[in-house]
């Protein structure tokens, strides 16, 4: 079955320094991977997406991940945090069985330190 | 303006009283699901709908109830709502159910005391 791990719960930036946030994936064939945010009080809004092809994606806000294969990684990155981006972040992969279409990881909150 | 709009956002309950969390998105999107947000544990689908009629347990289906009767309506029903259901609930609604992006709902905040 397909999992996602997150391994860091909290994570607290200073405003101005790069950010990575770490996701690694349990899948048995090629993943579809997803990373949201979800702002306090918000709904989840999609960062960005990987299907195939370049292995760095971009997305919106000034956010990019990398999908490297050799380490089930999907590390999401930003090289300057505002504080605007505090919040909860999701790494999701793809699971195309049958009706399912994402499984979640926990979660990484975001903190950022004016 | 294209979204997914789930009600009430917050709702304060007793053990045991009915509820119905409704959920309707206008971006005619064959697939809807229900998911639970708990500290820690991410989110968990709860019950998915491929298309009208089409309904189907998730990986949490125990307490809950769906129906899809027309395509853009996904309620999500608690027949007899225990303290342990109090969580936060998302619906969300895709084009399909392959991978493509799901749209979020802004969240339904129960509570069941």
């Known amino acids: ?8 719960i909290h994570i607290t930036v200073s405003e101005g320094a790069s950010l990575e946030l770490r996701c690694n994936y349990s899948y048995g064939a090629t993943p579809y991977l997803f990373w949201y945010v979800q702002s306090p009080g918000q709904g989840l809004q999609l960062l960005l997406k990987y299907f195939s092809g370049d292995t760095l994606v971009q997305g919106i806000k000034g956010f990019e991940a990398e999908f490297k ?3 089930s990684s999907f590390n999401l990155r930003k090289p300057s ?18 009706g399912q279409n994402f499984v979640f990881g926990p979660g990484t909150r975001l903190s950022v330190l004016p | ?26 971006m005619n999107h064959e697939y809807m699901s229900w998911y639970r947000q708990d500290p820690g544990l991410g989110l968990r689908q709860i019950y998915y709908s491929m298309n009208v009629e089409v309904t189907d347990k998730g990986d949490v289906p125990e307490g809950y109830k769906v129906s899809r009767k ?8 608690l027949e007899s709502p225990s303290p342990n259901q109090t969580s936060l ?10 991978n493509t992006e799901a749209f979020f709902g802004q969240g339904t905040r129960l509570t069941v005391v």
């Not at chain 2, 979204?3 to 956002?9: E, G, I, S, Y």
């Not at chain 2, 309950?13 to 959920?23: A, D, E």
């Not at chain 2, 027309?70 to 029903?77: A, D, V």
Request: net charge neutral; proline share 5%.
């Open chain 2, 70 to 77: 027309e395509k853009r309506n996904f309620p999500l029903i």
């Open chain 1, 69 to 71: 294969r050799s380490q």
């Open chain 1, 1 to 8: 079955a397909q999992s996602v791990t997150q391994p860091d």
């Open chain 2, 1 to 26: 303006e294209a979204q997914v709009t789930q009600n009430p956002r917050y709702l304060i309950t007793v053990t045991g009283k009915k509820l119905t969390v409704t959920c309707s998105q206008n």
């Open chain 2, 89 to 98: 609930y998302f619906c969300a609604s895709s084009f399909s159910e392959m």
């Open chain 1, 81 to 98: 945090v505002h504080w605007s981006d505090a919040a909860e972040y999701f790494c999701a992969v793809g699971a195309p069985n049958y």
